[in-house]
């Protein structure tokens, strides 16, 4: 059988949602987690990887296994999880289902503090002070449609930079001020990086033309910092 589960997490301790060397992966937490509940190995399959201190709201994976258990009784393998790993949902799917492959479009969201932070917020939020929001709100127009990526996005090989962003938006609280981007897909460091473009815009360092320029010229020079991947949040994947 098939399984696709939905998982939530704090990526603050962790390098990213998959299994490495070098370092902590979600994938290798949940993969340990399975084999203590069932005795057995199961590989599991992320929808993409996130990046060292990234967080998720709703990252998906699938794996298979001859247990032909329920889906709740697959549940209780949070009760083997940390708690900064909670796997929402699991069920089951067609044998020709795959996470990564048949996922159709991907939200993501950076969270933008009003006020300094303090060490229970601090993970999950950035605080700049004197930005100009309604300055980046009009430049995150730019982003919009389908476009080559590339100068926005770490070089990762035979990866396709050409990528569609159906919507932007800001939600603010009182709080904070939450970016939202929905695309068919993202490449590596991309939102952080548009985001570090808006931080500059915002700052005023840069230009708001500076994003039709790097669309133009796919020199990743002239993008911001990559934001940090504290305020980063895996939202949602739709199939």
Do not use: C
């Not at 059988?1 to 370092?23: C, E, L, P, T, W």
């Not at 993501?108 to 709100?137: D, G, W």
């Not at 360092?205 to 133009?216: G, Q």
């Amino acid at each position: 059988m098939r399984y696709m589960a939905i998982v939530s997490y704090d990526g603050s301790i962790y390098h990213g949602f998959q299994k490495q060397i070098n370092g902590l992966g979600i994938q290798e937490v949940i993969e340990k987690a399975f084999r203590l509940m069932t005795q057995t190995e199961i590989k599991i399959h992320g929808a993409g990887r996130t990046d060292k201190g990234v967080h998720a709201m709703g990252q998906t994976f699938h794996f298979d296994s001859t247990l032909n258990m329920e889906p709740s009784d697959w549940l209780r393998v949070n009760d083997r999880l940390p708690l900064d790993i909670r796997i929402k949902k699991i069920k089951k799917v067609k044998p020709d289902f795959h996470a990564r492959h048949s996922a159709k479009s991907k939200i993501y969201s950076y969270v933008i503090a009003k006020k300094p932070s303090t060490v229970f917020s601090k993970n999950y939020e950035v605080y700049i002070p004197n930005l100009n929001i309604e300055l980046m709100r009009t430049s995150l127009n730019d982003f919009l449609g389908t476009h080559d990526f590339k100068g926005f996005s770490q070089f990762v090989k035979d990866k396709p930079t050409v990528k569609t962003i159906y919507s932007v938006a800001i939600k603010e609280t009182k709080k904070s001020y939450t970016f939202v981007f929905h695309g068919n897909s993202f490449l590596k460091y991309m939102v952080r990086s548009m985001m570090g473009t808006l931080i500059q815009i915002g700052l005023g360092r840069k230009e708001p033309s500076v994003i039709k320029e790097i669309f133009e010229t796919n020199d990743r020079a002239l993008a911001g910092k990559t934001a940090e991947a504290r305020g980063l949040f895996l939202v949602k994947i739709f199939y």
